[in-house]
C-alpha cells in the first residue's frame, strides 16, 4: 500500500500541530506569522540531523523526532532564550505511514513539552535527514563572548552519560532490555538545561551547551572571549552510565564526549555567591585566566597535564 502524498502527511501528521504564544498564523500558508514578545530579541538557530551520521536510520522515529527538536531547543537554553516556535524540514527516502506516526507523536510530545510551537515546514524525498529551525526569545541572553579573566567556569550537570550510549545505539553491543532503555533515553532524549539557563540569565558572563564534548566547547567560549581555560578535571562530573566504565575511559568520555547538552557557563568571582545561593546542581570545574598569546583550554587531571586521546567532533 502507498504511503500518504505530501499534502496528507502535512495535514495528518503535522497540522494539527496545537498553536503556541504569538502564533497569529500556523501551519498552511506561505509563511507563518509571528508576534514576537515586546522588548525582547529573537534568537534563531537551525541543526540538521541525517541519518547514519547523527543517528541509525533504523532507530525508533519518535527518539529520532525528540532528539531533533530538544538539540535545537538546547541551543536557546545556551543563549538564555525562552522557546516560543520552530519549523521542521522533513527528507524522507518514502512514505511510510508507520513511521510518520511515531516521528509526529515524538514530536508533538517533545514540543508540548518545552512549550514551542511547530509553526511551519517543508516535506521532500531523499535521504532520510530532519532540519528543525528554532526561535525563541530573549530578555538577557547569554553569549559566548562575555567571559572575562578571574571567572569561574562551571558546567551543569554530569557528562559523559550520552558518549557511554552510543555503542548502545550503534547496536555495537548488546545489554539488557533496561540498559538498552536507559542508554536510548541519555542519546535520544537529552534535556535542554532552560531552568538553569533562565536562573544564570543575569549571573553568568558566557555559556554553551556542550554538544561537541566539554573541552572542545569550553574551547568556543575561550576562542570568543580571549581567555585560557583551566580546567580540572577531577571536578568534573561524570554521569552514572559512563561511570559504570573503567575510570580513565570514564572521565574520558566526561571531558570529550560530546552528546549530553548540559551548559558550561561562566560566573565572575562578584557574582559567585549570587551563583552558589541558587543552589542549582552545577559544578564548578575551574577559572579562566588571561590568555598568553592563542586562547587554549588547560585540562589536569591530579596536578598533571591531560591530553585527550581525541579531539571534539567535527564534521570537516
Ligand atoms: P510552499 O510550497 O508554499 O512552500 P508547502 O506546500 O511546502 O508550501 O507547504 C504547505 C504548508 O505546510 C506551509 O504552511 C508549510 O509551512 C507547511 N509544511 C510543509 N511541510 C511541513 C512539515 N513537515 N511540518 C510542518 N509544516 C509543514
Ligand atoms: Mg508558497
Not at 541551543?75 to 511515531?102: G, I, V
Not at 511551519?120 to 535527514?129: F, K, M
Not at 545505539?169 to 545489554?175: D, N, P, T, Y
Request: hydrophobic fraction near 45%; include cysteine; glycine fraction near 10%.
Amino acid at each position: 500500500m502507498p504511503g500518504p502524498g505530501e499534502f496528507d502527511i502535512i495535514r495528518n501528521y503535522f497540522s494539527r500541530a496545537p498553536s503556541g504564544e504569538g502564533v497569529v498564523l500556523g501551519i498552511g500558508d506561505d509563511c507563518a506569522l509571528l508576534q514576537p514578545p515586546a522588548g525582547e530579541l529573537l534568537a534563531t538557530s537551525v541543526d540538521t540531523l541525517v541519518a547514519d551520521r547523527h543517528f541509525p536510520a533504523g532507530a525508533n522515529a519518535g527518539l529520532i523526532a525528540s532528539r531533533a527538536l530538544r538539540v535545537n531547543v538546547s541551543d536557546l537554553a545556551a543563549m538564555n532564550a525562552r522557546p516560543l516556535w520552530f519549523t521542521l524540514a522533513l527528507t524522507l527516502p518514502e512514505s511510510d505511514a508507520d513511521w510518520l506516526q511515531a516521528f509526529a507523536d515524538g514530536l508533538l510530545e517533545t514540543a508540548r513539552e518545552y512549550g514551542v510551537a511547530l509553526v511551519g515546514g517543508d516535506t521532500t524525498r531523499g535521504p532520510l535527514s530532519i532540519t528543525i529551525q528554532v526561535t525563541g526569545s530573549s530578555g538577557a541572553p547569554l553569549r559566548r563572548d562575555g567571559a572575562g579573566a578571574g571567572d569561574a567556569i562551571y558546567v551543569s550537570g554530569p557528562l559523559g552519560a550520552a558518549a557511554a550510549s552510543l555503542p548502545v545505539i550503534l547496536g555495537q553491543r548488546s545489554v539488557s532490555n533496561a540498559d538498552r532503555q536507559r542508554a536510548e533515553t541519555a542519546y535520544f532524549c537529552p534535556e535542554p538545561q532552560l531552568k538553569t539557563a533562565a536562573a544564570i540569565g543575569v549571573i553568568a558572563s558566557s555559556a554553551v551547551d556542550i554538544s561537541d564534548g566539554l573541552l572542545a566547547d569550553l574551547g568556543h567560549i575561550c576562542r570568543a572571549s580571549g581567555v585560557t581555560a583551566e580546567v580540572d578535571l577531577e571536578a568534573v562530573p561524570v554521569a552514572g552510565l559512563a561511570r559504570e566504565l573503567d575510570e580513565a575511559r570514564a572521565l574520558e568520555l566526561a571531558a570529550t564526549g560530546g552528546d549530553d547538552y548540559q551548559l558550561c557557563f561562566t560566573v565572575p568571582q562578584a557574582q559567585i555567591a549570587a551563583l552558589e545561593a541558587l543552589g542549582l546542581d552545577a559544578v564548578r570545574i575551574g577559572t579562566l585566566v588571561a590568555a598568553e598569546g592563542t586562547p587554549e583550554v588547560r585540562a589536569q587531571l591530579r596536578g598533571e597535564t591531560w591530553t585527550p586521546a581525541a579531539a571534539g567532533y567535527q564534521h570537516f
